[in-house]
Nanobody
């Protein structure tokens, strides 16, 4: 089964930017993939997803600020996050979008604070 590892999280000031990376153990080119996040005390939620042919969709809070993309190899996916807000503070995860999931990785912590 494909394993995923997230990286790129950091402490950033409001208005700042981060790029998160999802690295898979095998090709994810044929999968719908998504970025998810879980804030303290909240359920994990979808942030954005990308189809095998790179059609992208975003939840409302991510529109205009976040961009999901695939890397040139078939094992990488990115989430570019701009204009970050304190409410974006969460652990961010990548996984297959849809009902079938691979094992969740440990996620990467994004903290937005002055």
């Amino acid at each position: 089964q494909v394993q995923v590892v997230e990286s790129g999280g950091d402490l950033v000031q409001p208005g700042g930017s981060l790029r998160l990376t999802c690295t898979a153990s095998a090709s994810i080119a044929i999968f719908y993939m998504g970025w998810y996040r879980q804030a303290p005390g909240k359920e994990r939620e979808l942030v954005a997803r990308i189809s095998p042919n790179n059609y992208t969709e975003y939840v409302e809070f991510a529109k205009g600020r976040f961009a999901i993309s695939r890397g040139n190899n078939e094992k990488t996916m990115y989430l570019q996050m701009n204009s970050l807000k304190p409410e974006d503070t969460a652990v961010y995860y990548c996984n297959r979008a849809g009902r079938i999931k691979v094992n969740w990785g440990q996620g990467t912590q994004v903290t937005v604070s002055a």
